[in-house]
C-alpha cells in the first residue's frame, strides 16, 4: 500500500492508535470519534489529509450505531428531529467546499477553538438547558452550527450532544438520534468530499487502514458500556479532548 510505505512506522502505529481510542469512546459514550481522530491525525498529517482519514472508520462506526437500535427507531428519530437534520447536512455539503480554499493554519485554528470550548465546558460542569417555548430556535442555531463546522472538519457531534441533553433527552432516545444524525451526516459528508478531492485513491487507503482499528475500539466500547462508571470515562476523555484541541490551536498560531 502507498500510504503504508509513506509513513514512518512509528507514524502508523500513531495513527492506529488514535482509530483504536477513538472507537473505544464511540463505542462507550456514543460520540467524540471525529473529534479524537481529527486532533490526533492532524497532530502528525495535514488537516485535508487527516480529514480524508477519519471518512470511512467515521461513516462505518455512525452506520454501525444508527442501526444498533433496528431500522423502526432510526425512521421514528428521524421524524422527531427532521429540521435537525436537514439543517445539518445542508450545511454539511455548504461548508465542506471551504477545506481546501482555506489556509491550514486557519482550519486548525477553526477546530481547535470549539473543541476545546466544548471540552473545558464540561469539564466545568456547564449544561445548557432549553425551555420548551425556545426549542425551535434552538434547534435552528445547533443545525446551522453542527453541519457548518461538520463539512470542514468532520465534527458535528458536540453541538448535537449539547442541544439533546438541554432537552433531557432520555438516554436510549439520545443515542438512537444521535446515531441518526450522525449516521446521516457521515453518508453527505463523504459525498461532498468526493467534489471537494479530499477523498483520494490516498486518503482512502488511509481510511480503509484505520478502519479496522476503529471497528476493533468501538466494539470493545460496547462492551465497556454496560461496565463502567460513564460519567468519569466521559471526564477522562474531555481532559484528553481539551489538551488535543490547545495543540490544535498552537499549530493555529504557529
Request: hydrophobic share 60%.
Amino acid at each position: 500500500m502507498e500510504i503504508l510505505d509513506a509513513l514512518p512506522i512509528w507514524t502508523l502505529a500513531f495513527l492506529v492508535g488514535v482509530a483504536l481510542f477513538a472507537g473505544v469512546v464511540k463505542g462507550a459514550v456514543g460520540f467524540a470519534m471525529p473529534l479524537i481522530m481529527m486532533s490526533g491525525l492532524s497532530a502528525v498529517l495535514p488537516v485535508p489529509v487527516a480529514l480524508g482519514g477519519l471518512i470511512l472508520p467515521t461513516l462505518v462506526m455512525n452506520i454501525w450505531q444508527a442501526l444498533r437500535g433496528g431500522v423502526s427507531a432510526l425512521i421514528g428519530a428521524a421524524k422527531v428531529h427532521w429540521r435537525l437534520l436537514a439543517l445539518v447536512l445542508f450545511f454539511i455539503m455548504l461548508s465542506g467546499q471551504l477545506v481546501l480554499a482555506l489556509p491550514e493554519n486557519l482550519l486548525s485554528g477553526m477546530i481547535g477553538v470549539p473543541v476545546t470550548l466544548y471540552a473545558a465546558s464540561q469539564l466545568l460542569g456547564w449544561r445548557l438547558v432549553v425551555a420548551p417555548q425556545h426549542r425551535r430556535r434552538a434547534e435552528l442555531g445547533t443545525g446551522v452550527v453542527a453541519g457548518f463546522f461538520g463539512g470542514f472538519s468532520g465534527i458535528w457531534g458536540p453541538p448535537i450532544v449539547a442541544y439533546l441533553s438541554a432537552l433531557d433527552t432520555p438516554k436510549a432516545d439520545q443515542v438512537r438520534a444521535q446515531g441518526m444524525l450522525y449516521g446521516l451526516g457521515s453518508v453527505v459528508f463523504l459525498l461532498t468530499h468526493l467534489r471537494t478531492g479530499v477523498v483520494t485513491d490516498t486518503t482512502l487507503e488511509l481510511s480503509a487502514v484505520l478502519l479496522v482499528p476503529a471497528a476493533i475500539g468501538m466494539a470493545v466500547g460496547f462492551w465497556l458500556q454496560d461496565k463502567m462508571d460513564q460519567d468519569r470515562f466521559r471526564q477522562a476523555t474531555m481532559v484528553l479532548l481539551l489538551i488535543a484541541g490547545l495543540n490544535l490551536i498552537r499549530r493555529a498560531l504557529m
